[in-house]
C-alpha cells in the first residue's frame, strides 16, 4: 500500500485522541512505546486490552474493548493480528460517530476491513506505523540515531 506524505500528514494533525488496541504494559513491547510516544505528542492515548481491564496506563484506565469508550475517539491504532481486525473495525465504525481513521499496525492488513470502514467515509492506513510516520515526516528520525546530518568513523 502506498499513502501519499500528505494523507498522512493530514491524519496525524486532525487525529487528537487514538485508541490503541492490544496496547502492553511491558515497556520493551512496541505497542507499549509506540503508545507513550503518542501521548508524548500530544495525543490522547487511550489504552484497550482485556488483560489489564482497570490499571492505569499514560494517565489514562485500561478498558476492556472499544465498546467500552464512551468519549469520541478520531484513530484506532490496531496492535493485533489481521485476522482479528475485522471485530475491531465493526466495534469501532458501531461505537464512534466521528471516527476517522483506522490505523493497522506494521505487519497488519486487513482488505475487507478496510473496505468497510471506507465505505463508512474513515481513512484507513495498514501495515504502517504512527510513530514512525510521525517521526519521519516531523523530522524527527534523528531521535532514533538516523538523519543525525553527522558522519564519522568513530564509535
Not at 17 to 25: H, I, L, N, P, Q
Not at 30 to 55: D, F
Not at 85 to 99: G, K
Request: proline content about 5%; hydrophobic content about 45%.
Amino acid at each position: 500500500m502506498t499513502y501519499s506524505d500528505d494523507f498522512l500528514t493530514t491524519i496525524l494533525r486532525r487525529s487528537k485522541v487514538v485508541a490503541v488496541v492490544g496496547v502492553s504494559m511491558n515497556p520493551v513491547r512496541p505497542s507499549y512505546y509506540v503508545a507513550r510516544y503518542l501521548g508524548l505528542k500530544g495525543y490522547r492515548v487511550i489504552p484497550v486490552n482485556p488483560v489489564h481491564v482497570g490499571k492505569q496506563l499514560f494517565g489514562e484506565t485500561v478498558v476492556g474493548d472499544l465498546s467500552d469508550i464512551t468519549e469520541p475517539v478520531d484513530m484506532v491504532d490496531i496492535f493485533r493480528r489481521s485476522e482479528a481486525v475485522p471485530p475491531i473495525v465493526e466495534t469501532a465504525l458501531a461505537q464512534f460517530d466521528e471516527l476517522k481513521t483506522i490505523w493497522m499496525q506494521i505487519g497488519v492488513e486487513h482488505h475487507e476491513a478496510a473496505a468497510q470502514a471506507e465505505a463508512r467515509g474513515v481513512d484507513v492506513i495498514m501495515n504502517r506505523c504512527p510513530k514512525i510516520e510521525y517521526q519521519r515526516l516531523f523530522g524527527e528520525l534523528r531521535m532514533g540515531g538516523f538523519a543525525t546530518g553527522v558522519i564519522s568513523s568513530k564509535l
